[in-house]
């Protein structure tokens, strides 16, 4: 199995933040890794697919990179529904695998 | 507008089978473009795939669940169906049933989630 680990596994941030969240595998996945956002009581939801394509109605705030083992999640201006705990997913094989998660706090 | 449903009892006693409905509105389960799926998510924990399911019958299943797990698919009733043997407390968690497209093993829509507990 692929192994996903999230680094950091939470973080505290302001409003008007620029804020990163690394997912590393446990071996190369070439761009097939997804991001989703999940808040209290609520499903998650998918913001990137394919390492950077903004899903529709995904604020343009987000933004994803990577390639390989190493990709990031970069929220450029944190904004007050932004906060919520983050997941990657790689969709390079099965099983599928998910990130621990990256929980984003109000500072 | 797309909608998934699970349904279910909330409460199994260990050793005995879990049993979930996904009951799917708004697109055909029968559509081509689409793979059917279960994820689970133990309380305070991360995601777990369980399985996919096309709707012809095609299943994958994730190796640690394998030997416990079945999908089906009714494309009549639109619904897709995930059923787990031999519970433990372990097997506590939310269990959201989704959708993935045909060309990408991600999931853009999911249903709320249905906790269900084990414990006698």
């Known amino acids: 199995d692929i192994q996903m680990t999230q680094s950091p596994s939470s973080l505290s941030a302001s409003v008007g933040d620029r804020v990163t969240i690394t997912c590393r595998a446990s071996q190369s996945v070439s761009n097939y890794l997804n991001w989703y956002q999940q808040k209290p009581g609520k499903a998650p939801k998918l913001l990137i697919s394919a390492s950077s394509s903004l899903q529709s109605g995904v604020p343009s705030r987000f933004s994803g990179s990577g390639s390989g083992t190493d990709f990031t999640l970069t929220i450029s201006s944190l904004q007050p529904e932004d906060f919520a705990t983050y997941y990657c997913?790689?969709?390079?094989?099965?099983?599928?695998?998910f990130g621990g998660g990256t929980k984003v706090e109000i500072k | 507008q797309l909608q998934l449903q699970e349904s279910g009892p909330g409460l199994v006693k260990p050793s005995e089978t879990l049993s979930l409905t996904c009951t799917v509105s708004?697109?055909?389960?029968?559509?081509?473009?689409?793979?059917w799926g279960w994820i689970r998510q133990p309380p305070g924990k991360g995601l777990e795939w369980i399985g996919t399911?096309?709707?012809?019958?095609?299943?994958y299943y994730n190796p640690s669940l394998q030997s416990r797990v079945t999908i089906s698919v009714d494309t009549s009733k639109n619904q897709f169906s995930l059923k787990l043997s031999a519970v433990t407390a372990a097997d506590t968690a939310v269990y959201y049933c989704?959708?993935?497209?045909?060309?990408?093993?991600?999931?853009?829509?999911w249903g709320q989630g249905t906790l269900v507990t084990v414990s006698s």
């Open positions: 708004g697109d055909s389960i029968s559509s081509s473009s689409y793979y």
């Open positions: 989704a959708r993935r497209p045909s060309r990408g093993r991600y999931f853009q829509h």
């Open positions: 997913q790689q969709s390079y094989s099965t099983p599928l695998t």
């Open positions: 399911i096309y709707y012809s019958g095609s299943t």
